[in-house]
Each structure stands twice: as structure tokens, then as C-alpha cells.
């Protein structure tokens, strides 16, 4: 799947400053001890050692230290999102149908088999893999959609592309926000929208509030 081309807008100052326009501040040096400590209290998330995850989960360990130069990458299961300007948990809508399967939206009182995901992310760079653990599949962002859905976010991929890469500014274990590779826009969920598509989460933002600030 090819990424759409888009000009990069400065982000302004929110959670994570960016140095320029090729490297996000704070990347270097994130492969701290903490970083690969266990998530703390309250998050639901399991650090899985090398090894020990699913097929899924070992693939894109693998798959990630690949790409990143990584010697270690660390790895979460049943991780949950939940968005700060709601409360609300992220889920992957895998009962809708078409160019809608798969949505993540900022709407679940409580956490079910929708609302957990794996992780990996590598410490270093902070480059991050999002996979729903309901449909196994990747999340995307739709760069190609228009309108209120331009850069919805949807676990339909199967494999990691240009719209399958994130960063995200901090492991999980308390709060993160994130974007897309490409874009460099930040992931932001919709609480202002009404009906289907309220709390969809979009890489659409550029800058950090509450919107484009989660927990994990």
C-alpha cells in the first residue's frame, strides 16, 4: 500500500517537541531501563519476553528489529488504549463492514476482546507496531480518505506498509501520544464527533492536546 504525499506541517509545542523535520526530539536515548521495565499500576498490558508471545507477537518483534537495527524490542500483549479526553477505551470496530472494518474508536466503557491490542516498540527510536488482537491485524492510517475520515485508523492490514508505521513518545506503562510515520500528524480521537463515528481515532492533528493524548 504506498503512502499518500503530503507536506509536512511544523508541530507545535504539546507532550513531545520536534527537532526538525527528520527526527522527533527525545527519540535518542528512550532505550533507558525504565522504558523496558513492566507497565505500572493500572495498565493491563503484559511485557512478553523474547520468545514467549504468539506467533503474531514474535513475527513483529522480528519484523521491527529488522527495520529499526534493534538487538532487542520490547513487546506488550492485552494492552489496552484508553483516550484522555474521554475516558473512554479504544476498540476495533471488526463488526462493521467495508472501507469501515476494523475502526478504532475512543468508546468502550470497559475493556473486552475489541479493546486489546499488541505492541511493539522500539526503545530507542520509538518506532511503534499496533496490532488489534481480535482480527490479528495491523493498524492503519487511511491516508487516502477524505473528509471526516481522512487518516481513520483501522486494524485491516496484514502486513506492515507505509500506513502501518507509528511513532509513539513513550512506552507502555502510563501516558503516550503518537503519529504516523508518513504524515507526521498526531493520532487524535474525534470526542467532538456525533453518531458512528464519534471518539474515531485520526491522524489528523498538528499539535498535542487532550485529544491527541492517551493512556496505555
Do not use: H
Request: proline residues 4%.
Amino acid at each position: 500500500m504506498k503512502s499518500a504525499v503530503r507536506r509536512l506541517a511544523a508541530v507545535p509545542v504539546g507532550i513531545l517537541l520536534l527537532a526538525g523535520p527528520a527526527v522527533p526530539a527525545g527519540a535518542s536515548g528512550a532505550g533507558s531501563a525504565a522504558v523496558l521495565a513492566s507497565p505500572g499500576a493500572g495498565s493491563t498490558a503484559v511485557l512478553t519476553p523474547p520468545g514467549a508471545g504468539s506467533a503474531a507477537l514474535e513475527q513483529m518483534r522480528r519484523d521491527l528489529a529488522a527495520t529499526t537495527g534493534a538487538t532487542e524490542v520490547p513487546c506488550w500483549r492485552d494492552l489496552t488504549i484508553k483516550s484522555t479526553a474521554n475516558g473512554r477505551f479504544v476498540s476495533a470496530e471488526i463488526g462493521w463492514d467495508g472501507g469501515d472494518y476494523g475502526a478504532l474508536r475512543a468508546r468502550a466503557a470497559a475493556a473486552g476482546k475489541w479493546e486489546k491490542f499488541i505492541v511493539c516498540r522500539d526503545a530507542d527510536t520509538g518506532v511503534t507496531r499496533i496490532r488489534a488482537q481480535a482480527n490479528n491485524e495491523y493498524v492503519s492510517a487511511e491516508l487516502d480518505y477524505a473528509g471526516a475520515r481522512y487518516g481513520m485508523l483501522r486494524a485491516q492490514a496484514e502486513k506492515v506498509g507505509g500506513w502501518e508505521r507509528f511513532y509513539s513518545n513513550s512506552a507502555p506503562g502510563g501516558q503516550f501520544s503518537f503519529y504516523t510515520k508518513d504524515t507526521r500528524r498526531w493520532v487524535a480521537a474525534e470526542t467532538t464527533f456525533t453518531g458512528k463515528l464519534y471518539g474515531v481515532l485520526r491522524a489528523r492533528a498538528t499539535s498535542v492536546s487532550a485529544e491527541e493524548t492517551f493512556a496505555w
